[in-house]
């Protein structure tokens, strides 16, 4: 098991562990500030891509043609530093091999639990074709208090990359806020 995926499972489980309670009447969590999304008009049609103004995100399109296995995502999630952005989190992984139950991942199990029930076009095995859509997400109040608990507060970016025979066909950049509540933690 990689060191990355043993720092999420103790991050997750972290969760079930300590109190969320707060005195503080002080929002904490994230907020989606900007996305842009960009696809390759031979395999994916975008309708919309875009953040409402509850901070939900809103994204449809369609397949073109089929999707067939391998279908490679790569993840890169960045903090915001001065002007530059510092990677802390990039993985790679087959898509089709973790819908399909021929790759195990702790994480990917663990984040997908977390979504599944707001995108439920996007989980299932290959191939893809159709029309997709994430309708409204935004994080459940608790795993916005979660994260406030363990993420430092800053802004974040998170690039999606969804590969087709090396070549990207469809890529997702989010802006996030994370407002943490690090410092403020009552643990009884």
Not at 21 to 45: A, H, L, M, Q
Not at 48 to 67: P, Q, R, V
Not at 75 to 97: H, N, Q, R
């Amino acid at each position: 098991m990689k060191t990355i995926e043993i720092f999420f499972i103790i991050f997750f489980l972290s969760f079930s562990i300590i109190s969320a309670e707060n005195e503080i009447k002080e929002e904490f969590g994230i907020k989606f500030t900007k996305i842009d999304c960009k696809s390759d008009d031979v395999w994916v049609s975008l309708h919309h891509c875009l953040i409402t103004e509850s901070s939900a995100l809103d994204i449809a399109g369609k397949s073109l043609k089929s999707i067939t296995k391998p279908i490679d995502v790569h993840v890169i999630l960045s903090i915001k530093l001065g002007p530059i952005l510092y990677p802390i989190i990039d993985y790679k992984l087959e898509w089709c091999a973790i819908m399909s139950g021929e790759e195990k991942n702790m994480v990917v199990s663990l984040a997908i639990a977390l979504v599944r029930d707001s995108m439920p076009s996007l989980f299932h095995e290959c191939p893809y074709s159709g029309e997709y859509e994430v309708k409204n997400f935004t994080l459940d109040e608790t795993m916005n208090t979660a994260v406030s608990q363990f993420v430092p507060s800053g802004k974040y970016k998170l690039e999606v990359s969804v590969i087709k025979d090396e070549k990207s066909i469809v890529k997702v950049g989010l802006n996030m806020e994370v407002k943490s509540s690090l410092n403020n933690l009552k643990l009884d």
